[in-house]
């Protein structure tokens, strides 16, 4: 039997990269410090069932926007004991490059996405090369071939993935963009690109790369009710992540435990 409250959430950074800050808020002051992105991929495992939340960006994609992996996110994941042919699911959160390369590498997994996810990645909007930029064409296809192979779970708005794990769709930086809310009570949210960093919250700012500025302010405005109701938010590129969580191996800077299953 599945337990609400009995998943095991992990982070696994895959890559990191210090962008100017013009790069990193949509108002940044050109006089500020630089700053550092971390990318991460999550995995939520309870028994056999093994969640992984966005599948990292491909090394060759990476490195043409000059961002060189860490470790493969499926390497990543071995190091943690799992083998990528027993993740049952995949969940992404929005199909930009960094967050859904790798997609057929998880052969036996179903993938959960946003109808509005896969209208925007495809329609009208990728006419426009600014609206396109984040996303890399081959894992859009990948994404499509795997419609045409019965490997996708289209989902429209809230759902319930398994007891504990709810997907939340919040659209704004891209637009069909969900987040995973893990437990119930003072539950655990893997916000991705809601939330790039903690401190846009606080500040009210936003990444400059964004489908719909309104639905993105309107996203951080349910984040804070979450807040208020108890929910902790894990920011999608935020290296303090690494400094506030414990590591799951004290040799391993890379990978926090976000959550331990309540026994
Ligand atoms: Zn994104
Ligand atoms: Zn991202």
């Given at each position: 039997?599945?337990?609400?409250?009995?998943?095991?959430?992990?982070?696994?950074?895959?890559?990191?990269?210090?962008?100017?800050?013009?790069?990193?808020?949509?108002?940044?002051?050109?006089?500020?410090?630089?700053?550092?992105?971390?990318?991460?991929v999550w995995v939520c495992?309870?028994?056999?069932?093994i969640v992984l939340v966005d599948t990292?960006?491909?090394?060759?994609?990476?490195?043409?926007?000059?961002?060189?992996?860490?470790?493969?996110p499926?390497?990543?994941l071995?190091?943690?004991?799992i083998?990528a042919?027993?993740v049952t699911d995949v969940f992404i959160?929005?199909?930009?490059?960094?967050?859904?390369?790798?997609?057929?590498?998880f052969?036996?997994a179903?993938?959960?996405?946003?109808?509005?996810?896969?209208?925007?990645?495809?329609?009208?909007?990728?006419?426009?090369?600014?609206?396109?930029?984040?996303?890399?064409?081959?894992?859009?296809?990948?994404?499509?071939?795997?419609?045409?192979?019965?490997?996708?779970?289209?989902?429209?708005?809230?759902?319930?993935?398994?007891?504990?794990?709810?997907?939340?769709?919040?659209?704004?930086?891209?637009?069909?963009?969900?987040?995973?809310?893990?437990?119930?009570?003072?539950?655990?949210?893997?916000?991705?690109?809601?939330?790039?960093?903690?401190?846009?919250?606080?500040?009210?700012?936003?990444?400059?790369?964004?489908?719909?500025?309104?639905?993105?302010?309107?996203?951080?405005?349910?984040?804070?009710?979450?807040?208020?109701?108890?929910?902790?938010?894990?920011?999608?590129?935020?290296?303090?992540?690494?400094?506030?969580?414990?590591?799951?191996?004290?040799?391993?800077?890379?990978?926090?435990?976000?959550?331990?299953?309540?026994?």
């Open positions: 039997m599945i337990r609400p409250d009995a998943w095991d959430v992990v982070a696994l950074r895959y890559a990191s990269k210090t962008l100017p800050s013009a790069h990193l808020a949509l108002d940044a002051d050109p006089h500020e410090a630089d700053g550092q992105l971390d990318y991460f495992r309870q028994g056999d069932r990292g960006f491909e090394a060759g994609e990476g490195s043409r926007r000059g961002r060189a992996l860490i470790l493969d499926v390497e990543g071995a190091r943690l004991g083998a042919e027993a959160t929005h199909l930009h490059y960094d967050h859904a390369g790798n997609l057929s590498r052969p036996n179903r993938v959960h996405l946003q109808d509005a996810e896969m209208a925007y990645a495809t329609g009208r909007c990728m006419c426009h090369a600014r609206m396109r930029k984040p996303f890399s064409v081959a894992d859009v296809v990948t994404a499509v071939e795997l419609v045409y192979k019965d490997r996708v779970v289209f989902h429209d708005g809230d759902f319930r993935l398994y007891p504990g794990l709810s997907g939340k769709l919040v659209g704004g930086h891209s637009k069909g963009l969900q987040m995973l809310v893990i437990g119930e009570a003072a539950p655990l949210v893997l916000a991705s690109d809601a939330l790039h960093l903690s401190r846009y919250l606080d500040d009210d700012r936003i990444f400059p790369a964004f489908g719909d500025y309104l639905a993105t302010v309107e996203g951080y405005r349910v984040l804070r009710e979450m807040i208020v109701e108890g929910a902790e938010i894990v920011p999608g590129h935020d290296p303090d992540v690494l400094r506030h969580y414990g590591r799951v191996d004290p040799r391993w800077e890379d990978a926090v435990r976000l959550r331990a299953p309540v026994v």
